[in-house]
Nanobody, 122 residues
Framework: VQLQASGGGLVQTGDSLRLSCVVSGWGFEHYAIGWFRQAPGQEREGVSCISMEDGRTNYEDSVKGRFTISRDNAKNTFYLQMNSLTPEDTAVYYC????????????????WGEGTQVTVSS
């Protein structure tokens, strides 16, 4: 199982980015995909999660209304659309998968991808 995140970059305050997470080697139907981020000197925190069981999504409070998690089943790809970015969103972003789960506690994720750097300048 591999997860590959991409789409990060250097943008200005107010800009948008769309991160992608391609999942390969995956034969499961019941799982959750989460996006996490880790800023320098900070702990990794959950940003958003989507459950394949029921399609429910959730978001960390600071990104509600700005970020949207979605999926393209045909492409085994998950997205994180990030709008109205601020310098506080600067971090390495990771996608992760949890088997047989409907939410995304950081310690319960089973597979992690490499991160993609998002830098927002003021």
């Amino acid at each position: 199982v591999q997860l590959q995140a991409s789409g990060g970059g250097l943008v200005q305050t107010g800009d948008s980015l769309r991160l992608s997470c391609v999942v390969s080697g995956w034969g499961f139907e019941h799982y959750a995909i989460g996006w996490f981020r880790q800023a320098p000197g900070q702990e990794r925190e959950g940003v958003s999660c989507i459950s394949m069981e029921d399609g429910r999504t959730n978001y960390e409070d600071s990104v509600k209304g700005r970020f949207t998690i979605s999926r393209d089943n045909a492409k085994n790809t998950f997205y994180l659309q990030m709008n109205s970015l601020t310098p506080e969103d600067t971090a390495v972003y990771y996608c992760a998968a949890r088997l047989y789960g409907t939410n995304c506690p950081r310690g319960a994720m089973d597979y992690w991808g490499e991160g993609t750097q998002v830098t927002v300048s003021s």
